[in-house]
């Protein structure tokens, strides 16, 4: 385990989801950068990666941002449910098309990255490999089968690349033009999530703590549960904070009630289930970026935090108009409108792991908030391990 330590306390990483036709997590661009490059070699690297890589977990691009690091992993045997990143000008040369030929038969998964424009009406080297297509705004596309594609940066472009150009997944997504849409009115309930807590409610094995993670799936949900169990009209006696005792002071049956009340205001916009479920990736990152140890409730406390951080993005109103409302623990409001206390470290570290331009700043940030840069790489690695178990249904394979 001394090199595992050694190599996740010398690489800086950050994250950006991929998304299917049916707006599902298809997969995780996974970004690493040798900061201490003394300290990292490939092979303690892949190992440190993919050592307990579940097989339901979504697949891996591995983007290599240190050019020994790729050529060393080239040579590794592969872990599974993982591809490589590699840069399109490494499929000119005839010697680092050889490497490449040679990688593919040891058993990596190679994906071509490199600019739409520049690779179009190319021939196809000959080496089997996916394709990371980055598209400029005046690039125009009509058929893009199977490809990833990323620099989409409105709903009309994403819509058009999944839905008309059938590519098979996108790289980030464009979260400010989805919401711009939706500026007249708060959103209501994800479907999906209001859905999937209906189906359990009646179960007699459903547990509270299975309940739970269901709601949090969806901030605005949470919300809701939190003003709803507060609210004079259910004459609670004393003010609630934590969702968990929200759900057992409401009961299965009343929530499932007032759920039913709820499905004429749920939301159809399928383009919003990416939006939502960032915001979800973003709050189990920060739960895990507790020590481990931490009891039950610190974590949910944390993860409630991390949230409603956004929630000003949904429901169009200033956070601190919303959260006015809520009994929450001062922590939880210093972290989310002041930008300080102990969990403003977590929330803000969370954020930068999402956010690859910050890559290089990564070391720093985990310093200033005494974090090490092995417990930031080891709670993003968890966070995105179990990232299928919340986000519904598996999406079709990545990597093949």
């Known amino acids: 385990m001394l090199h595992a330590h050694t190599v996740l306390d010398s690489v800086a990483m950050a994250y950006v989801p991929l998304w299917s036709r049916a707006r599902e997590l298809a997969g995780v661009r996974l970004c690493v950068r040798a900061i201490h490059p ?20 979504p697949p891996l691009l591995l983007s290599l941002q240190t050019p020994r690091l790729l050529q060393q992993a080239l040579s590794c045997a ?20 050889s490497r490449l030929s040679m990688a593919q038969r040891r058993g990596h998964h190679l994906v071509r990255r490199g600019d739409f424009a520049a690779l179009r ?7 089997s490999h996916r394709n990371l297509l980055r598209l400029e705004a005046d690039d125009r596309f009509d058929s893009l089968p199977g490809q990833m594609i990323e620099g989409l940066d409105t709903q009309a472009r994403v819509q ?40 359990v409610i009646d179960d007699e094995e459903c547990s509270i703590e299975y309940l739970e993670r269901l ?27 934590s969702l968990r005792h929200a759900l057992m002071m409401l009961g299965f049956r009343e929530l499932g009630r007032w759920l039913v009340e709820q499905l004429p205001e749920l939301e159809p916009d399928v383009d919003l289930q990416p939006v939502r ?47 006015h409302h809520l009994p929450l623990a001062a922590r939880m409001t210093d972290a989310m409108l002041r930008r300080s206390g102990p969990y403003f470290a977590l929330l803000d570290v969370a954020q930068a792991l999402g956010e690859p331009e910050r890559i290089e700043r990564m070391e720093t940030l985990c310093r200033r908030h005494e974090i090490t840069l092995d417990q930031a790489n080891r709670a993003l690695l968890r966070m995105l391990a179990t ?14």
């Open 38 to 57: 003394e300290g990292v070699d490939a092979s303690h690297l892949l190992q440190a990666v993919g050592e307990d890589w579940p097989e339901g977990a």
């Open 78 to 97: 592969p872990i599974r449910n993982t591809a490589l990143e590699v840069p399109a000008s490494l499929f000119n040369g005839q010697e680092t098309l």
């Open 121 to 127: 009406g190319l021939p196809t080297p000959g080496v």
């Open 160 to 199: 058009h690349a999944l839905d008309k150009a059938e590519a098979s997944a996108v790289l980030g997504w464009p979260v400010a033009d989805v919401l711009q849409a939706h500026r007249h009115a708060p959103l209501q309930y994800d479907r999906r999530v209001v859905r999937q807590v209906l189906d």
């Open 215 to 241: 709601v949090r799936q969806d901030p605005v949900l949470v919300y809701r549960v939190l003003m709803l169990v507060n609210s004079a009209a259910y004459g609670a006696h004393r003010e609630i904070g």
């Open 277 to 323: 479920y960032s915001m979800v990736m973003r709050a189990r990152l920060a739960h895990h970026l507790l020590a481990s140890g931490s009891d039950d409730t610190l974590r949910a406390e944390v993860y409630t935090t991390a949230v409603l951080s956004r929630l000003d993005l949904l429901l169009h109103q200033p956070l601190a108009d919303l959260l």
């Open 387 to 400: 990232s299928r178990d919340h986000a519904g249904k598996r999406s079709e394979r990545l990597m093949h």
